[in-house]
């Protein structure tokens, strides 16, 4: 992954204990390893197709902990 510094990036990280799984979300990007096979994280499996599922299955759990670490949001003051 190659960024040219101009606008930075931001980004998050999950681990469920053996996969690492970044998400660059100015650029839509990400990187996805194996640490128990790549504990030096050579082997970057985001594009690779044989790993499509679980790279969804990772973001959706990295999207559920991401949100439950921000609140509620606005309280209702009234009915819809």
């Known amino acids: 992954i190659t960024f040219d510094g101009s606008r930075g990036t931001e980004a998050s990280m ?3 204990g053996r996969h690492k799984i970044c998400r660059y979300h100015t650029d839509g990007i990400g990187e996805l ?13 985001w594009n690779d197709k044989n790993y499509a599922r679980l790279k969804m299955e990772l973001l959706e759990k990295h999207f559920d902990a991401m949100m439950r670490t921000i609140g509620k949001g606005v309280h209702r003051t009234a009915e819809y």
Do not use: G
């Open 33 to 45: 390893y194996d640490l128990a096979a790549d504990p030096c994280e050579y082997q970057d499996l």
């Open 14 to 16: 999950y681990f469920d």
